[in-house]
């Protein structure tokens, strides 16, 4: 017996409401990887730098002697350029101070969105398959999903609005967006959105619309935030962060713009989560925003060839793929290859052709809905994804 299970009379230290969270499967395929010496295009992290003169802003902050704690809210220069790039971009106004809250990555801001704003027992809407974080942040705050599916329509994955409405009962509080969306790559278009914002309207929702992919998109394809849909500025938290758009996921630095009775509640719970986050990584965000737009645009002209590379790759080795609309990721259907079961196709990936992929169903409440998914990630250098491409060509043989 543990000195826990002695001192409690309970043989697992972890709360009951945290149990069904285990070690996640990016630890087990990247172990996996490790192991076989494999191409991990499981994780979704670039393996290059972001911008150059971002990098040397964090350098000289700290060299500066930006190192002790920044105020609660975000370091003013972070709140001021995200305001101007949200005015730029997307015509959204916010006031730096009082309409913005800087967190630890969006990941902070998400999950102290659904603790302020969810009591135990609150419903909380989700698009399956979702981001692995929003169902953690839905169970620390003792709330209930109700998961809406995300299924293949013409070549992208898309929802019924029907369900979405089905999915919204007396006790829902939330809807949580993710456009683009990680894991499928769809960018939802005015229309979906405008389908999702009704219901917040009708039902007097909260949107907590997580956008860390805003810039990358490909083929034309706008990103529309859900705030700038008429009467959706008032009730959406619009969260985005460094890691994905400058290439420094390592940063853990996100922000959140709201209405200020939305961001002072959320302000309420991040203060005794993390109270703030890095001053040297908040003041080269500021910069960045400011700065390296520019060279996002060749960050999105460059995945844009990578995702081409990858699925040219993954149809000759018989997948079906779905060309992702936005975000670092493709979904690969493995029924052609005369399979049904992703998970145990991505745990034998490795031995069969040192590839290393993420099976899609983990990311549902109902895994029978995404079995015949998995999940490859193109945000690696081209000599990578050409490597994994001539690995996956003998796939088919060694399947037999
Ligand atoms: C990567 C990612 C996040 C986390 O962003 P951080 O800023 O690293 O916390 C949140 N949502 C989605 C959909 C992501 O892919």
Redesign the pocket.
């Known amino acids: 017996m543990s000195w826990f299970a002695r001192m409690s009379g309970v043989n697992e230290p972890l709360v009951a409401r945290m149990r069904e969270f285990g070690t996640t499967v990016f630890a087990e395929m990247t172990a996996l990887a490790v192991r076989t010496g494999s191409i991990n295009l499981g994780q ?1 992290f670039p393996d290059t730098d972001g911008p150059e003169g971002m990098l040397e802003r964090a350098v000289e902050a700290i060299r500066a002697g930006v190192n002790q704690y920044p105020p609660g809210p975000g370091v003013p220069e972070l709140r001021q350029a995200v305001c101007e790039h949200r005015k730029e971009h997307y015509g959204l106004l916010y006031d730096p101070d009082g309409e913005v809250l800087v967190t ?7 999950a102290a969105s659904v603790l302020a704003l969810c009591e135990p027992g609150d419903e909380v809407v989700v698009f399956e398959p979702y ?1 692995d ?1 929003y169902a953690a942040a839905i169970a620390l705050a003792g709330a209930v999903r109700r998961p809406v599916t995300l299924r293949p329509d013409g070549g992208r994955f898309t929802f019924d609005p029907g369900e979405l409405r089905a999915a919204v009962g007396p006790r829902t509080r939330a809807v949580m967006v ?1 456009s683009p ?2 894991p499928t790559g769809t960018v939802f278009t005015r229309e979906e959105l405008s389908a999702i914002a009704a219901v917040c309207q009708e039902r007097d929702l909260v949107a907590i619309s ?1 956008e ?2 805003e810039h990358l998109v490909y083929d034309g394809v706008e990103h529309v935030p859900l705030a700038s849909l008429p009467g959706m500025r008032e009730r959406t938290i619009m ?1 985005s ?4 758009t400058f290439s420094v ?1 390592g940063w ?3 922000w959140l713009c709201a209405p200020a009775e939305l961001v002072s509640a959320v302000q309420r719970v991040k203060q005794y989560l993390t109270f703030t986050s890095g001053g040297p990584w908040q003041l080269a965000a500021a910069y960045a925003l400011r700065h390296e737009l520019g060279w996002v645009e060749g960050l999105r002209a460059a995945l844009a060839g990578k995702r081409d590379r990858l699925i040219a790759g993954l149809d000759a080795a018989g997948f079906t793929t779905f060309r992702p609309a936005g ?2 990721f493709v979904q690969a259907d493995i029924r052609p290859l005369g399979l049904t079961d992703g998970m145990e196709l991505t745990r034998r990936l490795p031995e069969l052709i040192g590839v290393v992929a993420v099976p899609t169903q983990v990311f549902y409440d109902r895994p029978e809905q995404g079995r015949r998914f998995i999940r490859f990630a193109f945000c690696k250098r081209d000599e990578i994804i050409d490597e994994a491409v001539g690995r996956l060509a003998g796939l088919r043989r060694e399947i037999g």
């Open positions: 979704g630890v990555g969006a990941t902070e801001a998400l981001y974080s993710n969306h990680n997580d860390v992919y969260i962060s460094v890691g994905k996921t853990k630095t996100g975000t670092y």
